[in-house]
């Protein structure tokens, strides 16, 4: 068997931090996509770091021929399928922030999720 990723202390919509700066040792970001196997524009995934209304790039993968990706059964169409995990290890957070994944085609922005870093209250 393959293909099983096993998360482990998982954030959802926020991370709380106790004070600033401090380092995570590690931190991952896990990116799942589906893409319609005909689609032939380069993809471009990227993990950025906003702060104060300025993004900063982190970490980018860039996919040039998305139809080698593995389709993936579904009924009445296929779709090819990416997973794709990436590590920051020892992982520097300054300040209040918002962690994003984005996936780019083109000109085109898709949102893939975000996480906001805030003070713990």
Wanted: charged fraction near 25%; proline fraction near 7%.
């Amino acid at each position: 068997m393959s293909g099983k990723v096993s998360l482990i202390g998982i954030y959802s919509a926020v991370m709380f931090v106790k004070e600033f700066p401090t380092i995570l040792p590690q931190l991952w970001a896990s990116i799942y996509c589906l893409q319609s196997p005909n689609e032939t524009r380069p993809l471009s995934l990227r993990l950025l770091l906003e702060v104060n209304g300025e993004d900063r790039i982190l970490q980018e993968a860039k996919i040039e021929h998305p139809n080698s990706l593995p389709p993936v059964e579904t009924e009445g169409f296929q779709m090819a399928q990416m997973n794709l995990q990436l590590q920051m290890p020892h992982f520097q957070i300054l300040e209040e922030g918002r962690l994003k994944v984005r996936a780019y085609l083109d000109d085109d922005e898709i949102r893939l999720g975000a996480l906001d870093i805030k003070k713990a209250p």
